[in-house]
């Protein structure tokens, strides 16, 4: 069952029911000022984190869910009558519903008695507001008496305290009303230089700023009890929730259609001249008011979103394909990227799922987010590499997490998740094979823990890859710290208390537990690093991270092999987790990807013995599972990933992210129809059908999809800001379409299934355009045997750079 339709021409999703399993979202804004949209208007905005600078507010995990958003109420003055034309909140009858999810933007428009409503919202590029822009058009045959009343409630700035400290905030809220704007400026007159403002194109009726005084008590959003009186109480706020409310007021002829714009934005003011005058509590406005005057004006918004669109347009021209599968299409042309930015602006904040206030940007997080995003802007992953390199710690470790808004490592969790540093050395390489640009090696950056040593970058990757080195355990495999990429799998953690933190609790001393993932991680890394080293002519230091990769490759098939696939860990006691000699979690997913991608058992067999054994094992027709047997019993010495029950998150569900390492690694040994099949089973666009089992939006990946222990099963949660995006769209993109930047050269070497005669694709790679077309006549699962670039035939598959602006043909042939 579906509950819309993808429109691939315009790059949209159409939602055509309001009463979607789960409440569709979208995102408004990649950078500074950013936000949530639900297809029935709600969710919340932000300027930089999520945090510390929240504008608005929303209730998580609220009855009914999502409740608060930006909502526009619409009365029939001749009537009485008013609804929401988004649906929520007031959920009447409508005759019409649509909502167009965009990139960037959401269009959400309805009908109801003869009266359409459509209105559009978006973040102009570069600009710290948003953009309501209402439509409203009599389709009766006689006038129509309208009001539209807005609402937003203003957030007192810090989601946590406005969450938890009310007793203060009962008190602290401040708004001015000035020439229709509404100012939501509360602790302006202390220690903040930032206020929001809510603005109208149009002449008012009237305002509120006191929700309280528009709700009315006892009233939910549901039923205001201005909108119902059809007048507003112009209500100033002091203390209580500060509120922003306009009412506008017209007749509209039949046929006629009246444009209504309105402003949410941020702004702040240089601290010497924050008030006016001087020396007052007024807001000075003098600053911010063109912005606003602007902004109001039909054609700017008209010129911004046209350039929002363009932009879209030129970031996804870097790589457009035309494959014979229409699912693999859209998602390579359009959603996968998209979310692969959103996921990398956002890192793991806001969402339906994250409630912007607990997690930061994650360090492995960001790092494999850059994977899916180097190629849509990579000044943005250059800045982001050097401000996660800066929280990196002396001793390689890196900090989990930090503050998005100051930068800071987040002191809570800490670090000693010890994968985080290795993934830096992965981020950093795909940067480089996207741009070329090797200054980024010099550019001097701190340690944490280290201000005034400020190393190139280059040798923080040293230190990332010493950090493991200095840390081997008892098999000489490396310490898993507080946990691996598998957050849940907290091998030294021995919590029996209720509510203590699974990742930051360590009962037992020197942790000896160790990891095979981070081995394999390890290898990876290693030889990429050998690569970048090789490039500084740093030949002696080559070498020697290859010798520790291929030493490490040597430990992994010593203690590492469980007979049929790769193990997981072993745990503080030296027991191997992740074996045929256990009950329950005998085969985990994550090494048998992790191990085979960095080259472990390419040549020995082992590789395709794992894959075998993965599709055997955990292959479900909803995705490969993370493990089997799931934890039917809390294990201590395991942690939080059987804290979970069987079938959900890391104890057994599909865990989205772990998915594409076994279609590279299918592809790395040449199984095409493997490495598609897995990435049909969890294609978003591919489940769509099955949207009522699915429940979350079918354009955008999920973390998880509960696995067939779970009675849920392929049921789908966290949606959006998942690694999944990035890995997905490296997996299709790189290894099965097999079209990779690499340091000399664009890579043209797919693996495609069988039944496929082949594709198209474009791709913008340092400033050249190469025109690929890939035939596979024999319709065989296999690599490419004969490429021609610009009608010569060359030996292997690495395309040269060509010079920038240059158009280059590339042939291949499967066979
Ligand atoms: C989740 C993990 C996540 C972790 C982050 C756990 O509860 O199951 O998926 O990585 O929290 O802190
Ligand atoms: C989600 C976290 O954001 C990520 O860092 C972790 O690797 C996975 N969960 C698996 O636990």
Redesign the pocket.
């Known amino acids: 069952m579906r509950y819309g339709h993808f429109d691939d021409e315009h790059r949209e999703y159409v939602i055509t029911r309001p009463d979607t399993p789960l409440p569709w979202i979208n995102y408004l804004g990649t950078d500074a000022y950013f936000g949530i949209i639900s297809n029935t208007a709600g969710g919340y905005s932000c300027y930089r984190d999520a945090r510390l600078r929240r504008l608005t507010r929303y209730r998580y995990n609220g009855v009914p869910a999502d409740s608060g958003g930006r909502y526009l109420y619409l009365r029939d003055n001749s009537s009485g009558e008013y609804w929401s034309p988004s649906w929520q909140p007031t959920q009447g009858d409508l005759d019409s519903y649509e909502c167009r999810h965009g990139l960037s933007y959401t269009r959400i428009s309805s009908t109801r008695h003869g009266v359409r409503a459509e209105t559009l919202y978006f973040v102009p590029p570069g600009e710290t507001l948003e953009v309501w822009r209402l439509r409203v058009r009599n389709e009766r045959g006689e006038p129509a008496d309208l009001s539209v009343f807005s609402s937003v409630e203003f957030c007192l700035w810090d989601a946590q305290d406005d969450a938890t400290n009310f007793q203060r905030n009962y008190s602290t809220g401040e708004v001015e009303v000035d020439g229709g704007v509404i100012y939501h400026k509360t602790e302006y007159r202390e220690r903040r230089d930032h206020f929001a403002y809510f603005a109208c194109s149009e002449p008012l009726a009237g305002f509120d700023t006191q929700r309280e005084e528009f709700l009315g008590a006892y009233r939910g959003w549901d039923r205001p009890l201005v909108v119902e009186r059809g007048e507003s109480a112009n209500s100033v706020a002091r203390g209580w929730a500060p509120h922003g409310s306009h009412h506008v007021r017209f007749l509209l002829a039949p046929g006629e259609t009246r444009e209504v714009i309105f402003l949410l934005g941020y702004w702040e003011n240089p601290r010497e001249a924050k008030f006016d005058p001087p020396g007052s509590a007024v807001l000075n406005k003098a600053l911010v008011r063109p912005v606003i005057d602007r902004w109001l004006r039909p054609e700017t918004v008209a010129e911004g979103f046209r350039r929002l669109r363009e932009s879209w347009s030129s970031r996804l021209s870097v790589l457009q394909v035309k494959t014979p599968d229409e699912d693999t299409n859209r998602m390579v042309n359009i959603w996968n990227p998209y979310q692969c930015m959103v996921t990398f602006a956002m890192s793991?904040s806001v969402s339906l799922f994250e409630s912007g206030i607990s997690r930061g940007i994650?360090f492995?997080?960001s790092c494999q987010d850059l994977l899916g995003f180097v190629q849509l802007a990579p000044d943005r992953a250059r800045a982001r590499i050097l401000d996660l390199a800066a929280t990196q710690l002396a001793s390689g470790g890196a900090y989990h997490q930090y503050q998005p808004l100051t930068k800071t490592g987040n002191d809570a969790v800490g670090s000693g998740f010890n994968d985080d540093p290795l993934w830096l050395v992965t981020g950093v390489a795909a940067y480089l094979k996207e741009t070329g640009d090797e200054t980024i090696l010099d550019e001097p950056v701190p340690y944490a823990d280290a201000a005034d040593v400020r190393p190139p970058l280059y040798e923080h990757l040293e230190r990332s890859l010493r950090y493991t080195l200095d840390r081997l355990g008892p098999h000489q495999l490396p310490l898993i710290g507080r946990a691996d990429?598998?957050?849940?799998l907290n091998l030294n953690c021995f919590s029996a208390e209720p509510g203590q933190s699974f990742q930051t609790t360590e009962n037992v001393a020197g942790g000896s537990a160790e990891s095979v993932f981070i081995a394999g991680l390890f290898v990876l890394a290693a030889r990429e690093f050998a690569m970048i080293a090789e490039r500084r002519g740093q030949i002696s230091e080559a070498a020697c991270y290859r010798a520790e990769a291929e030493k490490m490759a040597g430990v992994v098939a010593e203690h590492g092999w469980d007979g049929a696939w790769f193990r997981r860990a072993y745990d503080h006691s030296g027991r191997a987790v992740g074996s045929a000699s256990d009950d329950e979690g005998q085969i985990f997913i994550e090494p048998q990807g992790m191990c085979v991608m960095s080259g472990i058992g390419l040549h020995d067999g082992t590789a395709v013995r794992a894959l075998d054994s993965v599709r055997e094992r955990l292959a479900t027709r909803h995705g490969i599972v993370l493990l089997q047997p799931a934890y039917t019993r809390y294990h201590l010495e395991l942690g939080e990933i059987s804290s979970y029950p069987p079938g959900y998150k890391?104890n057994g569900s599909v865990f989205c992210?772990t998915n594409p390492w076994v279609m590279i690694a299918e592809a790395m040994a040449g199984r095409g129809d493997a490495a598609f099949g897995y990435y049909k089973r969890i294609n978003p666009s591919a489940r769509e059908q099955i949207s009522d089992v699915h429940r979350c939006e079918p354009y955008v990946y999920a973390?998880m999809i509960a696995g067939p222990d779970a009675p849920a099963c392929g049921e789908a949660k966290n949606s959006w800001l998942t690694?999944t995006a990035a890995w997905n769209l490296t997996a299709i993109t790189q290894w099965i379409l097999g079209i990779r930047a690499e340091l000399d050269g664009l890579r043209v070497d797919p693996v495609l299934p069988a039944a496929w005669p082949g594709f198209i694709a474009t791709r913008r790679f340092r400033g050249a355009t190469y025109q690929i077309s890939v035939r596979n006549p024999d319709r065989i699962s296999g690599r490419v045997m004969h490429l021609e670039v610009d009608g010569r035939r060359i030996e292997g598959t690495l395309v040269p750079l060509a010079p920038s602006g240059a158009i280059v043909q590339v042939e291949a042939v499967v066979g």
Do not use: L
Not at 485 to 488: A, E, Q
């Open positions: 793991r994650g492995r997080d990429w598998n957050d849940c890391e992210h973390q690694g």
